[in-house]
C-alpha cells in the first residue's frame, strides 16, 4: 500500500492492514509480497500465476496416457 | 483472490489425481518424502492422500522447525529465563518440553516470556523497555533466519542478544537418505524454504542421488502437481530437479536474503531432537556478532538434554518412520492439550496436524 524505508503497509485482505518489513525484497508499491512472520521474503508476481496456470493445464491436456 | 481458488481446484485435482493413477503402474511402488509442516498440513487438510494410487505412499520427513530444537536449547532458554531476563518467542516454542520444563511452565513460576510474532516487535520492546534484559529465541529454517539477520545486523539495542536455533533443510534431507530402510524415491522440496535459498542446495539430490526432487507450492493443487511430476519422472527413470512454485521460487533464491544470512552467521554443526547430531546443518552468529550472542553475553550452555521422553516416538515420526497413528501414544496419552512429545506441540508438528484430522487418516 505505501512504503516508508524498510516498512511497508500491507493488504493481507479483507481489511487487514499490516507493517511489514521489506528490507529483503525490491517492492514497489502495488506488488503482491510473500510474507513470513512480519518480513517479505519474496515478490509475487501475478504473471507468474496466471503462466503457471495455463502451463499446467497444457502439460495436463498433451500428455499422452 | 479467484486465483488463489484455481489452486484449489477440485475439478483440476481430480484431473491430476487421474493421471497420477495411470502413470502408477509404469512408475511401480513410489515413496515420496517431504521436509515440511506446511506441506503436511495441506496434504492432511485437503486429504489428498486418499486421492492416490496404492503404490504411491507420502512421508513426513522432519519439517518442523521447533519439533526439532534440542531440549537442551529449550534448557538454555529457560535458564536466561529463570535468570530474570526477558525471553521473547514465537507462539508454538512456549509450549515444547526442556529436560525439566517448557517456556510457558517457567512463565507459569514467574519468568518473564513473551510472544512475538516478528523479530522487529522483540527489537522494540527492548527499545521501550531499556532497564530490562531482552533475549530472543531464534527458532525456525532458512525461511525465518534472514529474519533474525537483519535485525541481529540492523544495530539492535544493547539490551538485546539471540539465542538461535536455527537450522539448514538440504542436511535433514540428506540425512533421510542415509536411513536404510526408509526407501525414498523423490523428495517434495520446501516452497518457501526454497524462496530463500533457490534451487542449487537441492542439485546434489538428482545428481548424486538419482533421486528426482520438486520444489512445490502449498496449495493443493501445488502438491498434488509435485506429485505427478515425481511419479512421471519414476515412470520414465529420469531423476531432476524441477520446480513446481516459479511464482515464487526464483533459481537464484532470495540473493539478499542469503547475502544477510551470509553476514550473520556461520554454518555449523547442529543437534537436532531426536535424530542427534548433523554436520554443518545449524547457523551461529558471526564473531563480529558476539555482543549479541546469549550464549556468550550470558555464559549459557547446555550440553546434553533430555530430548524424548519414555514411551514417546517423535524421533521415528520426525523422520518419517512411522505415522502418528503408530505412536501408541497418540490421541491417548498424547494430545494437543497435553502434548507429551515435541511433535504435539507444534503446528507444523506431524502429531499435531494429524490430530486434527484424524477421521480422515483413517
Known amino acids: 500500500m505505501n512504503i516508508d524505508g524498510s516498512k511497508a503497509n500491507v493488504d493481507f485482505g479483507q481489511g487487514v492492514l499490516r507493517e511489514v518489513n521489506v528490507s529483503l525484497v525490491d517492492a514497489k508499491v502495488g506488488d503482491y509480497v510473500l510474507v513470513h512472520a512480519g518480513y517479505a521474503i519474496q515478490v509475487i508476481e501475478e504473471k507468474e500465476a496466471l503462466e503457471t496456470l495455463s502451463l499446467w493445464n497444457s502439460i495436463l491436456e498433451a500428455t499422452p496416457e | 483472490m479467484t486465483e488463489n481458488l484455481k489452486f484449489r481446484n477440485p475439478e483440476l485435482a481430480q484431473n491430476i489425481a487421474a493421471k497420477i493413477k495411470s502413470l502408477s503402474p509404469k512408475a511401480g511402488k513410489t515413496k515420496i518424502c517431504h521436509v515440511c509442516g506446511t506441506h503436511e498440513w495441506t496434504i492432511t487438510h485437503y486429504g489428498l492422500r486418499s486421492l492416490l494410487p496404492e503404490d504411491v505412499e507420502v512421508i513426513a520427513g522432519p519439517g518442523c522447525p521447533v519439533c526439532i530444537v534440542p531440549a537442551a536449547e529449550i534448557d538454555e532458554a529457560v535458564q536466561l529465563a529463570q535468570m530474570g531476563i526477558v525471553v521473547t518467542c514465537f507462539g508454538d516454542v512456549l509450549r515444547v518440553p526442556g529436560s525439566k520444563m517448557s517456556l510457558l511452565e517457567a512463565k507459569a513460576a514467574g519468568a518473564d516470556v513473551r510472544i512475538v510474532y516478528a523479530v522487529s516487535d522483540a527489537v522494540e520492546m527492548a527499545k521501550h523497555e531499556p532497564q530490562k534484559q531482552f533475549v530472543f529465541f531464534a527458532v525456525g529454517f532458512e525461511t525465518t533466519a534472514p529474519s533474525t539477520a537483519v535485525e541481529a545486523l540492523g544495530n539492535p539495542p544493547k539490551n538485546l542478544s539471540f539465542l538461535v536455533s536455527h537450522r539448514l533443510i538440504p542436511p535433514a534431507m540428506e540425512l533421510l537418505l542415509g536411513v536404510g530402510d526408509l526407501q525414498i524415491d523423490g523428495f517434495i522440496a520446501p516452497g518457501h524454504v526454497s524462496a530463500i535459498i ?22 493443493p493443487i501445488d502438491v498434488l502437481m509435485a506429485i505427478y511430476m515425481i511419479v512421471k ?4 527413470g529420469t531423476a531432476k530437479l524441477e520446480n513446481e512454485y516459479p511464482r515464487v521460487v526464483k533459481p537464484e533464491g532470495n540473493p539478499k536474503a542469503l547475502e544477510m544470512m551470509n553476514k550473520a552467521f556461520t554454518v555449523t554443526g547442529g543437534n537436532w531432537r531426536g535424530i542427534g547430531r548433523l554436520p554443518d546443518s545449524a547457523l551461529q552468529l558471526r564473531e563480529s556478532l558476539a555482543d549479541y550472542d546469549a550464549r556468550l553475553k550470558y555464559s549459557v550452555h547446555v550440553e546434553q538434554g533430555k530430548d524424548i521422553l519414555l514411551g514417546c516416538e517423535c524421533h521415528l515420526v520426525i523422520i518419517g518412520k512411522i505415522k502418528p497413528n503408530e505412536c501408541p501414544m497418540f490421541m491417548k496419552a498424547c494430545t494437543p492439550e497435553k502434548p507429551v512429545g515435541a511433535c504435539m506441540v507444534s503446528n507444523e508438528g506431524t502429531c499435531r496436524v494429524w490430530s486434527k484430522n484424524v477421521a480422515i487418516q483413517s
Open chain 2, 198 to 219: 533457490g534451487l542449487k542446495p537441492y542439485e546434489l539430490f538428482p545428481r548424486v542421488y538419482r533421486m528426482p526432487t520438486v520444489v512445490a507450492g502449498f496449495e
Open chain 2, 233 to 236: 519422472q519414476q515412470s520414465e
